[in-house]
């Protein structure tokens, strides 16, 4: 069993990493929750595929269990889930000696987490991630949200888990384009501060001795997620540095409205894009852009962006909420493996999205 232990100012928490801990969870529980009720909130994919070993997995020590399933998908973290979730969980008489286990991808991470941190002021919960995604970024640091029409994320909190269970056995059921999806995270977090993960990924023959890997690459990601999360939980400075191919991912998920180009496809086409400006002017070594494009290829993600109008990106990017009046952060490579912030006029956005 591989475990991180996350110390932050209020809380500290383990994140433990097994291929199979889903068949132990339950004696992983019993050992700090001693509480009688356990609430599982997933969705229906994962229900049908994993609701019945985790509930064999819970019962086994003695503990009631109850299932709350929302539909799959990203239009499952909004106001109106979230509201079946509370609903089920006043049914339920779940209180604050109660535990919520949030089962599933991001979407559940994130709806479940934010459910916990609100319903009677805060219900303690833990995750136990199912996508790749999850397993290696939204499960760790703390922050939950649901989408509004206004735009994603923008309703959540800062909430914690008492601990993440990560089962990198639970990757083998997952559509190969969403492991890939996940990939492009993997990915970027070599880029950012590890250059031994990045080449490990990158001297990989192919995607099956990626997968062979995936337990120690789980763990180098979650560790440096949990670095960072340490060092600045609230997002206000070193942070910012996991946003390595967001603040252009984000405006390609955007300008397509969600549809078209999932969000680890438009991380590597941003991290991608950016590297080769910033390598162009000189501010990141040369050699950075063909590492970043011959690993996303190897992950089988895309490496050309679609075609697109320049200045209705450059509107939607300088509009991302993660900016500053008049300026942005953009995170740059100084070479693979570590990562700065790099503060430019929004007016000079453009010589980056050429
Ligand atoms: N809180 C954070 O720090 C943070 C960080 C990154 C992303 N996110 C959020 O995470 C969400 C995306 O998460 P995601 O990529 O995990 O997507 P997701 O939760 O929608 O899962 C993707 C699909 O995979 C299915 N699935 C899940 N586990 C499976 C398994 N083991 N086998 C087969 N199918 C499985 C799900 O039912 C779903 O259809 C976004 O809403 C994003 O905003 C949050
Ligand atoms: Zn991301």
């Known amino acids: 069993m591989k475990v991180i232990n996350a110390r932050l100012n209020h809380v500290n ?12 969870l339950g004696e992983q529980l019993s050992t700090w ?84 941190a609100t319903y009677m002021r805060g219900v303690p919960y833990v995750q136990v991630p199912t996508t790749l995604m999850s397993q290696l970024d939204s499960s760790i640091g703390g922050k939950t949200a649901i989408n509004l029409k206004a735009g994603k994320n923008l309703a959540g909190g800062f909430y914690h888990p008492r601990a993440v269970y990560t089962d990198p056995l639970l990757l083998d059921s997952l559509p190969q384009k969403i492991y890939c999806d996940g990939l492009a995270e993997a990915i970027k977090y ?41 060092k600045d939980e609230f997002d ?36 991608l894009q950016i590297t080769r400006c910033s390598e162009a002017m000189n501010l990141t070594s040369k050699g950075s852009y063909d590492a970043i494009e011959a690993v996303l ?30 300026y942005l952060n953009l995170i740059l490579l100084r070479n693979i493996g570590n990562a700065y912030i790099h503060q430019i006029a929004k007016t000079n956005l453009d010589s980056f999205i050429i």
């Open 190 to 230: 070599g880029a950012i501060k590890d250059s031994s993960l990045f080449d490990l990924m990158l001297r990989s023959e192919n995607l099956a001795s990626i997968d062979s890997n995936i337990e120690d690459i789980l763990y180098s990601c979650c560790s440096i997620k949990t670095l960072f999360v340490q």
């Open 33 to 116: 929750y001693k509480g009688e009720f356990v609430a599982v909130i997933t969705d229906s994919t994962v229900d049908q595929l994993y609701g019945s070993a985790i509930e064999t997995s819970l019962k086994g020590v003695g503990y009631r269990i109850n299932r709350i399933t929302i539909p799959p998908g990203e239009q499952s973290k909004s106001l109106i889930s979230l509201n079946y979730v509370y609903s089920k969980l006043a049914e339920l008489a779940v209180d604050r000696s109660s535990l919520i286990i949030a089962f599933g991808g991001g979407v559940v991470g994130d709806l479940a987490g934010f459910a916990a």
């Open 297 to 326: 290829k190897l992950c089988q993600l895309p490496t050309v962006i679609p075609s697109m109008d320049k200045t209705k990106l450059l509107e939607i990017i300088s509009h991302d909420k993660k900016s500053k009046e008049g």
């Open 13 to 24: 928490y383990d994140i433990f990493i097994h291929k199979g801990l889903l068949a132990t």
């Open 236 to 271: 206000r400075g070193e942070r910012q540095l996991l946003n390595f191919g967001h603040t252009i991912g984000h405006g390609i998920e955007r300008y397509f409205d969600y549809q078209k180009v999932t969000h680890g496809e438009a991380v590597g086409l941003g991290m």
